[in-house]
């Protein structure tokens, strides 16, 4: 469905770019002088321009797009954002005392904003009062510009745990707690379920390495998520808290500060994603924006080197990274936005190209929907970034985005003449 304001070309083709997505991993190349046929919202036909335009201009009218020898990958997915994030400092305190008319406000011009920054999925981690669900519906009703939404609604955590102060959270406590407390976000909407397993950098009470549910709790957890179809994903710190949580079933980590070789190759074995939200622990400027406590600022800061570590050995190991900001994806930070700055952090580890693969395809892969998303093939919803520089040569590529395309429709094109510029 569409805006009733921006009508849709039927048949858009884009024309003087070169294509590539993750899959150069496995050894595809670039495709130069590329031309990429979308018809409503989904790619048609990709490959040689000639080919491609003679296909296109057969089925009937066409308007050609000239992306002036553009890269073109598929959109960025960012796996732990908050539209609703409120730290501890005045910043987050002027989010936390918003009532629900202008949090919802807020939300939507982050998801915006989000999306002008060529992030056309996100993943939310836990987000005030469920208005992620309102702000996931105005976005597929065309009532408001943002990425495709796949949300955990509040995140599960024990009495006093890990970000309890805010309504992002659900207090929950024993195993019949927290199966309610799974089965409640997921009558809410939720589409995969996070939960709290150790304490964190932004709480006052506890450290990182303090765990917060017992076995039966976690394992409640996660048995109820998976009855119902839905993976769950962790906050969680201290190596031994991580690998409990992998042998129970767990299918991804946030951060990740303290992992072990031994930890990172049972979650290698067993399949379970690691977030490593670099950006947490070196983003004083952010911080300091924020108003945030020099006690919260010590134990970000004091943590960055192991967790770099702690990431380099999960990579070592061979667990799947994927990008994710957890500062607001589009929050301008070192001269760019959170989720580019977060991806160059973990392609100075894992080099450009696999960083290409988990910003887009490895992500998408977790969400379930490679059917439709994370690569530039015949079939797949035509959501679409262009740049200038090649992000082969280095992740700073993508502070280059000037062009956004979400479901076959231009929401972004810096070229103030060009066509579709002004939708
Ligand atoms: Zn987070």
Redesign the pocket.
């Given at each position: 469905m569409t805006a009733a304001s921006a009508p849709e070309p039927s048949s858009l083709l884009l024309g003087n770019c070169t294509v590539l997505d993750a899959r150069v991993v496995d050894g595809s190349r670039p495709l130069p002088d590329a031309g990429v046929w979308v018809r409503g919202d989904r790619i048609a036909a990709v490959g040689p321009y000639a080919e491609v335009a003679a296909r296109a201009r057969a089925a009937g009218p066409v308007t050609d797009l000239d992306l002036d020898g553009a890269y073109l990958t598929p959109g960025l997915v960012n796996m732990?954002t908050?539209f609703s994030l409120s730290l501890p400092g005045a910043g987050g305190d002027s989010v936390k005392s918003m009532g629900p008319h202008d949090l919802a406000l807020y939300m939507a011009d982050g998801a915006r904003r989000t999306l002008h920054c060529g992030v056309t999925t996100v993943r939310c981690?836990?987000e005030k009062d469920h208005a992620d669900f309102a702000l996931r519906r105005a976005i597929a009703a065309g009532r408001t510009e943002g990425p495709r939404i796949h949300t955990a609604g509040r995140a599960l955590v024990c009495t006093g745990g890990h970000g309890h102060e805010s309504s992002d959270t659900l207090e929950c406590d024993g195993p019949v707690g927290f199966r309610h407390g799974a089965r409640s976000q997921i009558r809410a909407g939720a589409d995969l379920i996070k939960v709290m397993i150790s304490g964190g950098i932004a709480g006052e009470h506890e450290r990182i390495h303090t765990p917060q549910l017992f076995t039966d709790e976690l394992a409640a957890v996660i048995e109820t998520a998976h009855a119902w179809g839905r993976k769950v994903t962790a906050?969680a710190g201290p190596a031994e808290v991580i690998g409990a949580a992998v042998d129970l079933g767990l299918d991804c980590v946030?951060h990740g500060y303290q992992l072990t070789p031994q930890v990172a190759a049972r979650m290698a074995e067993r399949g379970t994603a690691l977030v490593p939200?670099l950006l947490v622990t070196r983003c004083k400027e952010f911080f300091d924006e924020l108003g945030v406590p020099e006690w919260m600022q010590c134990r970000s800061l004091g943590a960055g080197p192991g967790h770099l570590e702690s990431f380099a050995t999960a990579v070592a190991a061979g667990v799947q990274v994927l990008l994710g900001s957890?500062m607001p994806p589009f929050w301008h930070f070192e001269g760019t936005n959170a989720t580019v700055r977060e991806l160059e952090y973990m392609a100075e580890v894992i080099g450009p190209a696999r960083a290409l693969h988990a910003g887009t395809l490895g992500p998408v892969r977790w969400l379930g929907v490679e059917d439709d998303r994370g690569t530039v093939q015949d079939g797949k919803l035509a959501d679409l970034i262009a740049m200038d520089d090649d992000p082969l040569d280095g992740a700073a590529a993508f502070r280059g985005v000037r062009w956004v395309m979400k479901g076959g429709r231009v929401v972004r094109d810096d070229r103030a003449a060009a066509p579709g510029g002004a939708r």
């Open positions: 732990h908050h981690v836990a906050h946030e939200t957890d």
